[in-house]
């Protein structure tokens, strides 16, 4: 079956421009992650998303970060007035439930970030 | 917090050398525990997982056992290719915070000269 999609896959953008990244998970996921990988900092927990339950944002960098996901599918990342240390890879992830056991995620391909 | 730590990187060896990479963590309760692999251009996929004490994950000849004594979830492989270049990732699912949000060791970059 199809995998996790991500849109763009590069990005290039001006400093202080806003971004929105796409994340489409496996049909039938319902818990959908977002990670940063940077060379300074590693894979780095964003924002999670399970079913209709509250996200949990604990681990956007700042309030500049936002990300919503409609319909329990889809999900887009915006990163408003972006700046250079944003600059990384945007991963999406998807995982069949959670609650009760621990199924592995499911990594897309990500998009490249660089702000300019 | 939880926390994975990994050896430094990067690990060069000759085809058919033996490999690990070691992995160690620190957590609350009792984690399930994974390796992913990047390959080049390429994204993360599972490699490998366990996800109580004692399990042992095995996939391509790769092999890791959670050992809950010594918090460790070594990744090893008897025989290494030039195909297994790549970045190694450990990661934990962290149980406690309800999310399963995962925490990632820094990677370990692993080069095979053929």
Redesign the interface.
């Known amino acids: 079956g199809a995998g996790v999609s991500q849109s763009p896959s590069n990005k290039v953008t001006e400093k202080g421009k806003d971004v929105e990244l796409r994340c489409d998970p496996i049909s039938g996921h319902t818990a959908l992650y977002w990670y940063r990988q940077s060379l300074g900092q590693g894979l780095e927990f964003l924002i999670y998303f399970q079913g209709n339950s509250a996200p949990d944002k604990s681990g956007l960098p700042s309030d500049r970060f936002s990300a919503e996901r409609t319909g329990g599918s889809v999900s887009t990342l915006t990163i408003q007035r972006t700046q250079q240390e944003d600059s990384a890879v945007y991963l999406c992830a998807s995982s069949r439930l959670t609650s009760g056991a621990t199924y592995e995620q499911y990594f897309g391909p990500g998009t490249r970030l660089t702000v300019t | 917090g939880n926390s994975v730590t990994q050896m430094e990187g990067p690990v060069t060896l000759s085809e058919e050398a033996f490999l690990t990479i070691n992995c160690t963590y620190t957590a609350t309760g009792y984690p399930?525990l994974?390796w992913?692999v990047q390959y080049p251009g390429?994204?993360?996929?599972?490699l490998l997982?366990a996800?109580k004490a004692d399990d042992k994950g095995s996939n391509k000849g790769f092999e890791a056992t959670y050992r809950k004594e010594t918090t460790s979830f070594h990744l090893g492989k008897g025989s290494v290719q030039v195909s297994d270049s790549a970045v190694y990732?450990c990661?934990l699912?962290d149980?406690g915070?309800?999310?399963?949000?995962?925490?990632?060791?820094?990677?370990t970059r692993l080069k095979v000269l053929a």
């Not at chain 2, 390429?42 to 599972?46: K, R």
């Not at chain 2, 915070?97 to 990677?107: A, L, N, P, Q």
């Open positions: 399930s994974f992913y390429e994204g993360l996929q599972l997982k996800t990732f990661a699912s149980q915070s309800g999310t399963y949000k995962y925490i990632f060791g820094t990677g």
